[in-house]
Protein backbone atom coordinates (compact mmCIF):
# COMPACT_ATOMS: atom_id res chain seq x y z
CA UNK A 1 0.00 0.00 0.00
CA UNK A 2 1.62 3.47 -0.64
CA UNK A 3 1.94 6.09 1.04
CA UNK A 4 -0.86 9.29 -0.57
CA UNK A 5 0.82 12.50 0.47
CA UNK A 6 -1.00 14.95 3.06
CA UNK A 7 -4.02 16.07 2.33
CA UNK A 8 -7.57 15.83 3.75
CA UNK A 9 -9.00 12.59 3.24
CA UNK A 10 -12.61 12.17 1.91
CA UNK A 11 -15.08 9.51 2.33
CA UNK A 12 -14.45 6.60 -0.15
CA UNK A 13 -10.56 7.01 0.07
CA UNK A 14 -7.99 4.31 1.20
CA UNK A 15 -6.59 4.70 4.31
CA UNK A 16 -2.76 6.22 4.05
CA UNK A 17 -0.21 3.48 5.19
CA UNK A 18 2.17 4.70 7.88
CA UNK A 19 4.53 3.15 10.38
CA UNK A 20 4.15 4.08 14.01
CA UNK A 21 5.54 3.75 17.73
CA UNK A 22 2.22 2.76 19.72
CA UNK A 23 1.70 1.84 23.79
CA UNK A 24 1.24 -2.07 22.75
CA UNK A 25 4.84 -1.83 19.76
CA UNK A 26 5.33 -0.61 16.49
CA UNK A 27 2.88 -0.83 13.82
CA UNK A 28 2.37 -0.87 10.53
CA UNK A 29 -0.68 0.46 9.76
CA UNK A 30 -1.64 -1.69 6.62
CA UNK A 31 -1.05 -5.10 8.51
CA UNK A 32 -2.96 -3.39 11.60
CA UNK A 33 -6.48 -5.58 12.24
CA UNK A 34 -6.35 -8.00 9.30
CA UNK A 35 -10.11 -8.72 8.52
CA UNK A 36 -11.47 -5.91 11.13
CA UNK A 37 -12.77 -2.45 11.28
CA UNK A 38 -10.30 -0.16 12.69
CA UNK A 39 -11.19 3.87 14.60
CA UNK A 40 -8.91 5.58 14.78
CA UNK A 41 -9.05 8.72 16.67
CA UNK A 42 -7.08 11.92 17.63
CA UNK A 43 -7.02 13.56 21.14
CA UNK A 44 -5.10 16.66 21.44
CA UNK A 45 -3.09 15.91 24.49
CA UNK A 46 -2.09 13.28 27.30
CA UNK A 47 -2.64 14.84 31.07
CA UNK A 48 -5.31 16.77 29.43
CA UNK A 49 -9.25 16.34 31.05
CA UNK A 50 -11.30 16.23 28.05
CA UNK A 51 -9.18 13.53 26.27
CA UNK A 52 -9.24 11.58 29.33
CA UNK A 53 -12.94 11.46 29.81
CA UNK A 54 -12.67 10.35 25.58
CA UNK A 55 -10.57 7.84 26.10
CA UNK A 56 -12.16 6.49 29.53
CA UNK A 57 -15.29 6.37 27.20
CA UNK A 58 -13.60 4.14 24.24
CA UNK A 59 -11.97 2.07 27.21
CA UNK A 60 -15.08 1.09 29.21
CA UNK A 61 -16.55 0.48 25.36
CA UNK A 62 -13.90 -1.78 24.37
CA UNK A 63 -16.00 -4.81 24.86
CA UNK A 64 -18.67 -3.29 22.61
CA UNK A 65 -16.03 -2.79 19.93
CA UNK A 66 -14.41 -5.82 20.05
CA UNK A 67 -17.76 -7.84 19.55
CA UNK A 68 -18.45 -5.39 16.63
CA UNK A 69 -15.19 -6.89 15.17
CA UNK A 70 -13.56 -3.09 15.57
CA UNK A 71 -9.67 -2.23 16.64
CA UNK A 72 -9.27 1.14 18.18
CA UNK A 73 -6.34 2.70 18.07
CA UNK A 74 -5.59 6.47 19.40
CA UNK A 75 -2.82 9.09 18.56
CA UNK A 76 -1.85 12.28 19.78
CA UNK A 77 1.52 14.49 19.42
CA UNK A 78 3.00 13.35 22.51
CA UNK A 79 5.90 11.12 23.28
CA UNK A 80 5.43 7.12 24.20
CA UNK A 81 6.58 8.29 27.09
CA UNK A 82 3.79 10.66 27.90
CA UNK A 83 1.74 8.66 27.03
CA UNK A 84 2.73 5.40 29.14
CA UNK A 85 2.48 8.03 32.04
CA UNK A 86 -1.10 8.69 31.62
CA UNK A 87 -2.56 5.77 31.03
CA UNK A 88 -0.78 4.38 34.57
CA UNK A 89 -1.88 7.76 35.88
CA UNK A 90 -5.52 7.37 34.72
CA UNK A 91 -5.54 3.82 35.90
CA UNK A 92 -4.39 4.69 39.26
CA UNK A 93 -6.94 7.06 39.67
CA UNK A 94 -9.70 5.59 38.20
CA UNK A 95 -8.76 2.16 37.87
CA UNK A 96 -9.68 2.34 33.97
CA UNK A 97 -6.78 0.82 31.93
CA UNK A 98 -6.74 1.92 27.92
CA UNK A 99 -6.03 -1.04 26.99
CA UNK A 100 -5.43 -0.26 23.09
CA UNK A 101 -2.72 1.00 21.26
CA UNK A 102 -2.01 5.17 21.44
CA UNK A 103 0.38 6.15 19.04
CA UNK A 104 3.20 8.66 19.87
CA UNK A 105 2.81 11.27 16.82
CA UNK A 106 5.61 13.43 18.24
CA UNK A 107 7.20 14.08 14.70
CA UNK A 108 2.90 15.20 13.57
CA UNK A 109 3.75 12.47 10.64
CA UNK A 110 0.66 10.35 11.10
CA UNK A 111 -1.85 13.72 12.05
CA UNK A 112 -0.71 15.93 8.73
CA UNK A 113 -0.91 12.38 6.60
CA UNK A 114 -5.04 11.95 8.07
CA UNK A 115 -5.66 16.18 8.19
CA UNK A 116 -5.93 16.29 11.89
CA UNK A 117 -3.86 19.30 12.19
CA UNK A 118 -5.77 22.28 11.14
CA UNK A 119 -4.19 25.40 11.68
CA UNK A 120 -7.23 27.51 12.35
CA UNK A 121 -7.73 25.28 15.73
CA UNK A 122 -4.28 24.51 16.57
CA UNK A 123 -0.92 23.78 14.93
CA UNK A 124 0.70 21.68 17.44
CA UNK A 125 -2.57 19.49 18.87
CA UNK A 126 -4.57 17.49 16.60
CA UNK A 127 -8.02 17.95 16.65
CA UNK A 128 -10.75 15.29 17.94
CA UNK A 129 -10.87 13.14 14.44
CA UNK A 130 -12.78 9.73 14.51
CA UNK A 131 -12.13 8.02 10.81
CA UNK A 132 -13.95 4.77 10.84
CA UNK A 133 -12.05 2.53 8.03
CA UNK A 134 -13.41 -0.87 7.14
CA UNK A 135 -11.87 -4.37 6.75
CA UNK A 136 -10.72 -2.71 3.11
CA UNK A 137 -8.78 0.04 5.12
CA UNK A 138 -11.43 2.01 3.06
CA UNK A 139 -12.63 5.45 4.86
CA UNK A 140 -16.15 5.10 5.68
CA UNK A 141 -17.37 8.06 7.89
CA UNK A 142 -15.22 10.70 9.20
CA UNK A 143 -16.12 12.98 12.61
CA UNK A 144 -13.99 16.26 13.14
CA UNK A 145 -14.80 17.85 16.45
CA UNK A 146 -12.81 21.16 17.93
CA UNK A 147 -10.42 20.67 20.87
CA UNK A 148 -13.33 22.43 23.12
CA UNK A 149 -15.83 19.94 22.85
CA UNK A 150 -15.81 16.16 23.79
CA UNK A 151 -17.19 13.36 21.65
CA UNK A 152 -20.09 11.61 21.57
CA UNK A 153 -19.73 7.80 22.25
CA UNK A 154 -23.34 6.59 21.38
CA UNK A 155 -23.15 8.15 18.06
CA UNK A 156 -19.53 6.43 17.46
CA UNK A 157 -21.05 3.10 18.52
CA UNK A 158 -24.22 4.02 16.64
CA UNK A 159 -22.74 5.07 13.15
CA UNK A 160 -20.03 2.08 13.31
CA UNK A 161 -23.05 -0.47 13.75
CA UNK A 162 -24.89 1.75 10.79
CA UNK A 163 -22.33 1.13 8.26
CA UNK A 164 -21.46 -2.55 9.43
CA UNK A 165 -25.92 -3.23 8.94
CA UNK A 166 -25.97 -1.29 5.84
CA UNK A 167 -22.77 -3.65 4.50
CA UNK A 168 -24.70 -6.62 5.51
CA UNK A 169 -27.89 -6.31 4.17
CA UNK A 170 -27.59 -3.59 1.48
CA UNK A 171 -29.73 -1.23 3.34
CA UNK A 172 -30.14 2.69 4.00
CA UNK A 173 -29.67 3.86 7.17
CA UNK A 174 -32.73 6.15 8.18
CA UNK A 175 -32.61 9.20 11.26
CA UNK A 176 -31.89 9.04 14.46
CA UNK A 177 -31.59 4.74 13.61
CA UNK A 178 -30.70 2.59 16.26
CA UNK A 179 -29.68 -1.37 15.95
CA UNK A 180 -33.48 -3.03 16.11
CA UNK A 181 -35.19 -0.08 13.93
CA UNK A 182 -36.37 -0.77 10.64
CA UNK A 183 -34.18 0.20 7.65
CA UNK A 184 -34.97 1.70 3.85
CA UNK A 185 -35.60 -0.38 1.26
CA UNK A 186 -33.12 1.23 -1.66
CA UNK A 187 -35.32 2.81 -4.22
CA UNK A 188 -36.08 0.97 -7.41
CA UNK A 189 -34.31 1.64 -10.21
CA UNK A 190 -36.39 0.60 -13.14
CA UNK A 191 -40.36 0.63 -14.04
CA UNK A 192 -39.80 -2.99 -13.38
CA UNK A 193 -38.72 -2.84 -9.89
CA UNK A 194 -40.86 -0.06 -8.99
CA UNK A 195 -43.69 -2.34 -10.10
CA UNK A 196 -42.34 -4.98 -8.46
CA UNK A 197 -41.91 -2.84 -4.79
CA UNK A 198 -45.54 -1.86 -5.37
CA UNK A 199 -46.88 -4.77 -5.40
CA UNK A 200 -44.36 -6.26 -2.40
CA UNK A 201 -46.07 -6.95 0.92
CA UNK A 202 -43.00 -7.48 3.07
CA UNK A 203 -42.22 -4.07 3.03
CA UNK A 204 -43.86 -1.04 4.98
CA UNK A 205 -44.13 1.17 2.11
CA UNK A 206 -45.30 4.72 2.48
CA UNK A 207 -44.42 5.38 -1.52
CA UNK A 208 -42.59 3.71 -4.60
CA UNK A 209 -39.32 5.47 -3.40
CA UNK A 210 -39.62 4.98 0.43
CA UNK A 211 -40.14 2.02 2.37
CA UNK A 212 -38.80 0.10 5.54
CA UNK A 213 -38.63 -2.89 6.81
CA UNK A 214 -37.45 -4.72 10.04
CA UNK A 215 -34.24 -7.37 9.78
Not at 13 to 21: H, K, L, Y
Not at 80 to 102: C, G, M, Q
Not at 196 to 205: H, L
Request: aromatic letters at 10%; hydrophobic letters at 40%; glycine letters at 4%.
Amino acid sequence: METQTAQMLRIGDIAPDFEAVTTKGKIKFSDFAPGKWTILFSHPADFTPVCTTEMTGFALNKDTFDALNTELLGLSIDSIHSHLAWVNNVREKTNVYFDFPIIADIDMKVSKLYGMLQPNESETAAVRAVFFIDPSKKVRLIMYYPLNVGRNMDEIIRVLEALQVSDEYKVAIPLNWRKGDKVIVPPPKTLDEMNERMADQTIDRIDFYLATKTL
